[in-house]
T-cell receptor, first 114, second 111 residues
Framework: GAVVSQHPSRVICKSGTSVKIECRSLDFQATTMFWYRQFPKQSLMLMAT?????????EQGVEKDKFLINHASLTLSTLTVTSAHPEDSSFYIC??????????FGPGTRLTVL | GENVEQHPSTLSVQEGDSAVIKCTYSDSASNYFPWYKQELGKRPQLIID?????GEKKDQRIAVTLNKTAKHFSLHITETQPEDSAVYFC??????????FGTGTQLKVEL
């Protein structure tokens, strides 16, 4: 139980284009989903907290107009990186929780912006 | 919330030896302390966690200790094996379930 999937696992795009990443809880309903970014050899940094049916809460320094988060249902959240640039290249990981402290992580999406 | 310091950043041990990784946090409201193992390019994998009402927890070769007064917690791995080689992250959360991660420890278990 408590499986979280992400799609795509890898994406390469041109600078200036937008990329959408999906995060799904497969066997449970997630009251909250989190989006993290991880640069090489660094820790996970929380980007935003997403609750179903409400606007995401972004961490300080994360541009909400650049990283659009939609949490349309209790099993799906999407992160759209708009007008991507090479500095946005990173490993993006989502997690989901049922409201308890433990978070269940997706397998991550490797984004490369050329 | 707030900051989590993790030491050491790299740790090399001989197979069969013990490994200890320490973390210090600053938020007195923190009440949940998980440890994750992350292999290259993979998701963080929860290996053990502890809550603030417990001082120690053990699961086979892995144990975690928590000192709330000093605001630090440690991961102990005994009888290390080559497959224990990975990056380990501590984390903590208080209200709101937002996890703050430590900076990570690259553990290498040498034959």
């Amino acid at each position: 139980g408590a499986v979280v999937s992400q799609h795509p696992s890898r994406v390469i795009c041109k600078s200036g284009t937008s990329v959408k990443i999906e995060c799904r809880s497969l066997d449970f309903q997630a009251t909250t989903m989190f989006w993290y970014r991880q640069f090489p050899k660094q820790s996970l940094m929380l980007m935003a907290t997403s609750n179903e049916g409400s606007k995401a809460t972004y961490e300080q320094g994360v541009e909400k107009d650049k990283f659009l988060i939609n949490h349309a249902s209790l099993t799906l959240s999407t992160l759209t990186v708009t007008s991507a640039h090479p500095e946005d290249s990173s490993f993006y990981i989502c997690s989901a929780t049922t409201g308890r402290a433990e978070q269940f992580f997706g397998p991550g999406t490797r984004l490369t912006v050329l | 919330g707030e900051n989590v310091e993790q030491h050491p950043s790299t740790l090399s041990v001989q197979e069969g030896d013990s490994a200890v990784i320490k973390c210090t946090y600053s938020d007195s409201a923190s009440n949940y302390f998980p440890w994750y193992k992350q292999e290259l390019g993979k998701r963080p994998q929860l290996i053990i966690d502890i809550r603030s009402n417990v001082g120690e927890k053990k699961d086979q070769r892995i144990a975690v200790t928590l000192n709330k007064t000093a605001k630090h917690f440690s991961l102990h791995i005994t009888e290390t094996q080559p497959e224990d080689s990975a990056v380990y992250f501590c984390a903590e959360t208080g209200g709101g379930n937002k996890l703050t991660f430590g900076t990570g420890t690259q553990l290498k278990v040498e034959l």
